[in-house]
Nanobody, 121 residues
């Protein structure tokens, strides 16, 4: 029963900052890739940022220079630091991870329940 739990969402004014956290737990063997996605009302879920096991990162063009993804492999956690937030960043943010569990060594994709980020004055 691998599970992901996000935290850190909330209401912030344009130009403000938020830090999202995601904790993975439940018989984890390894997590090659962790990522953050978001879904705004009326839009498809999109990849915001991802990070590999060795620290390689990639970002959506819309957040480059403003967001930073990081991970703590020892704690099976991933973070998303969001700075200079804009109204268009408003969305539900989801944690995603490709995970190999002890009971199943093949990779499975897991999702958290999501955390709401609202950027508004």
């Amino acid at each position: 029963q691998v599970q992901l739990v996000e935290s850190g969402g909330g209401l912030v004014q344009p130009g403000g900052s938020l830090r999202l956290s995601c904790a993975a737990s439940g018989g984890i063997l390894r997590i090659p890739t962790m990522a953050w996605y978001r879904q705004a009302p009326g839009k498809q879920r999109e990849l915001v940022a991802s990070i590999g096991s060795e620290g390689s990162t990639n970002y959506a063009d819309s957040v480059k220079g403003r967001f930073a993804i990081s991970r703590d492999n020892a704690k099976n956690m991933v973070y998303l630091q969001m700075n200079s937030l804009k109204p268009e960043d408003t969305a539900v943010y989801y944690c995603n991870a490709a995970i190999a569990a002890y009971y199943r060594t093949s990779l499975n994709s897991y999702w958290g329940q999501g955390t709401q980020v609202t950027v508004s004055s």
